[in-house]
């Protein structure tokens, strides 16, 4: 598993087709209500600090730190190929990702959102550390989860 920063065109048109196939809710689940449907690659162009997730060098989806704060990192737009979700991928990848972010020792937290609705994304953040800090409703139900370094 690999996370590198940047996305190549090419892994931009998968993130296009896997999104678009899925559908406007789907955009929706994994972005909230900041990107417009149909996803097109200059969307994906306007979003920065993007990050490509690799398995065995082959291209599995994309996360990113959405905001860079004084001592936490907000990250969001986690995404795996629908056709290899359920089979730990994301947890491996998200793991990752984290002790990726917990390198800069000036980083105490990671926050991220999660929809109600989606229950998987929910627990898989669980399993890997995040707590519940804020549920907000408007319309959707939707979690603000934290993680803090060196506690899990
Ligand atoms: C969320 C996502 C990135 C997770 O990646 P994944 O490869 O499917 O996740 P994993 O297979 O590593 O699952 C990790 C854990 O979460 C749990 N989980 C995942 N999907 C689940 C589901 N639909 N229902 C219940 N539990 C689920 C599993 O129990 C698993 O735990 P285990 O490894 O102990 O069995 C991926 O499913 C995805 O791209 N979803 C669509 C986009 C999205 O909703 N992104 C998140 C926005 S907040």
């Known amino acids: 598993m690999k996370i590198i920063k940047g996305i190549n065109d090419k892994n ?13 809710d789907f955009l929706e689940q994994w972005a909230g209500a900041s990107l417009d449907f149909p996803l097109t690659v200059s969307q994906i162009d306007n979003m920065s600090n993007i990050y490509s997730i690799f ?17 936490n990192v907000h990250i969001g737009r986690f995404l795996v190929n629908p056709e290899l979700t359920g089979k730990g991928l994301g947890k491996r990848a998200l793991i990752e990702f984290i002790n990726l972010i917990f ?28 707590k519940v800090v804020n549920v907000t409703e408007n319309p959707m139900k939707k979690y603000m989860m934290i993680m803090k370094k060196g506690e899990k």
């Open 12 to 24: 931009k048109n998968d993130i296009v087709k896997w999104t678009n196939e899925k559908g406007k």
């Open 103 to 130: 390198q800069d020792e000036n980083v105490n937290s990671i926050t991220l959102n999660v929809f109600d609705y989606n229950v998987g994304a929910k627990k898989l953040y669980e399993k890997v550390g995040f």
């Open 55 to 71: 398995c065995e060098n082959e291209f599995i989806g994309i996360i990113q730190k959405i905001r860079e704060e004084t001592e």
